[in-house]
């Protein structure tokens, strides 16, 4: 009788054993399906969403030239602007704080997503293992946490996911505003230009008179 007693409290332990892992191992390709499903988007947000938008502005000329005349540029202005290194122009906003910014966000998701996956994967190996050996080859503890963090990884990811919407939307805003500071800077410049070339008129009528 104390043999069968003792027989069963062993198939009882088993089965605690295989039912945990089985609930981890059901878990983990759950959650990591879900964070896969971000990573194809991740891989075009910056070059869909933002790079465009610069390209639309400053790689043209002419595009650059309509927005400064569609601004109310007077010809000379825009003559003044056009004398601007646009690939210059156009690199000081790839590194502007705010794009710089926007990269480093899509950076951010897929490498929390890709974490997540990397993670549920180590889980999923060695819930199939404590199945096939019996033994626990890892803490349970370990074992809830992985799927529990998996799952506050995820919702990271979807704020993170929603503040760079949010931000690439407002993007063209913040460029038509560094596109401002160009025009009053080239304004300046053409305003001064005009003064010293008045200037440069006045004394030579002058002596000839």
């Known amino acids: 009788m104390v043999a069968d007693l003792q027989e069963c409290c062993e198939t009882t332990g088993v089965a605690s054993i295989d039912t945990f892992w089985l609930a981890t191992a059901a878990a983990a390709p759950v959650i990591a399906l879900a964070a896969v499903v ?93 199945l096939a050996y019996n033994v626990h080859v890892m803490p349970p503890w370990l074992a809830i946490v992985l799927p529990v963090g998996g799952i506050v990884l995820l919702a990271i990811t979807v704020l993170q996911v929603s503040s760079y919407r949010r931000a690439a939307k407002a993007f063209p805003g913040m460029l038509e505003k560094g596109f401002s500071q160009i025009f009053n800077e080239a304004l300046s410049a053409a305003s001064k230009t005009g003064r010293g070339a008045a200037e440069e008129q006045v004394p030579s009528s002058d002596g000839n008179a």
Not at 88 to 98: G, I, L, P, T
């Open 38 to 130: 971000v990573l194809p988007d991740t891989s075009g947000m910056y070059r869909d969403d933002v790079q465009p938008v610069i390209d639309e502005w400053f790689d043209s000329p002419a595009n650059f030239q309509a927005a400064m005349q569609a601004a109310g540029a007077s010809e000379w202005v825009v003559e003044a602007v056009s004398a601007i290194n646009l690939a210059d122009a156009k690199e000081k906003v790839v590194r502007a704080k705010a794009t710089r910014s926007l990269r480093v966000l899509v950076a951010s998701i897929r490498w929390t997503a890709i974490g997540n996956v990397l993670l549920q994967a180590v889980l999923l190996a060695l819930s199939l293992a404590a």
